[in-house]
């Protein structure tokens, strides 16, 4: 089929790094939408959705979140196939019915997370694999009827639901990224200095199987909506 046509909402307050890093793993035709300046699709004519991390919490009362959620449901409910990251993964849990809320704890820099069998998302990963990792909020209870896939002793750290899809962790994460991330945060010296030392290229390599998150993500689009193009003789606007 030709190139996927992916609605990319960026929640992450206009940092340049997540444009790169999406535009770097996902492949396809992108449109992104700065969902921080309530710039939404106007129609659903999309292969997948993908949403991005954010400073923000879901539970936040920003006037661009609600309208948002709203967005995404339609989505959903269409059957548009959609990817979350570490906030999009919450904002997903919440839309569907999820709770999230504060975790207690931040949870910052490369961490193992394990794998549950049967993840079509993690395909090819290892049972324990280590990952990017950013957030102090996490999905305290999936919605009803979801699966998880990833966990580790923080949080829920991936979830499916029919086409839906979310992953805690940062599989887009460069090391450029990951560096500024954590100058931006209060985090006192020690464990700022910590973090950023360990920062490495070795450290960056033994995330490289997290990326396949984007790979299994497009194989299973491309699964799903090869059919309606062969049926239709084209995909219609929904």
């Known amino acids: 089929m030709s190139q996927l046509r992916i609605a990319v909402l960026n929640a992450a307050h206009e940092d340049a790094n997540t444009t790169r890093n999406f ?7 992108l449109a992104e939408f700065d969902a921080t300046a309530s710039h939404l699709p106007e129609t659903f004519d999309f292969d997948a959705v993908a949403i991005t991390g ?12 609600e309208p948002t959620k709203a967005w995404v449901a339609d989505a959903i409910d269409r059957g548009l196939p959609c990817l979350g990251i570490c906030w999009g993964h919450q904002l997903l849990a919440d839309v569907l019915g999820g709770e999230v809320g504060p975790m ?21 990963i290892d049972d324990r694999f280590v990952a990017f990792t950013s957030h102090e909020d996490e999905v305290v209870s999936l919605p009803s009827g979801a699966d ?57 390599a033994r995330t490289s199987q997290a990326k396949l998150v984007f790979e299994n993500f497009l194989e299973y689009v491309r699964e799903v909506q090869t059919p309606a193009v062969a049926a239709d003789g084209g995909r219609d606007s929904a």
């Open 23 to 29: 535009r770097r793993e996902l492949e396809g035709s």
């Open 54 to 65: 954010s400073r923000s919490s879901v539970y936040d009362d920003e006037p661009w979140i």
């Open 104 to 124: 207690g704890a931040y949870e910052v820099g490369y961490s193992e997370v394990e794998r549950h069998e049967g993840s079509r998302l993690l395909a090819g």
């Open 148 to 204: 998880p896939i990833a966990t580790n002793e923080y949080s829920n750290h991936g979830f499916r639901k029919e086409h839906v899809f979310g992953v805690q962790f940062h599989p887009e994460y460069d090391q450029k990224t990951a560096r500024e991330l954590v100058h931006r945060k209060e985090f006192d010296e020690e464990r700022k200095r910590r973090v950023l030392e360990s920062i490495t290229p070795e450290n960056h």
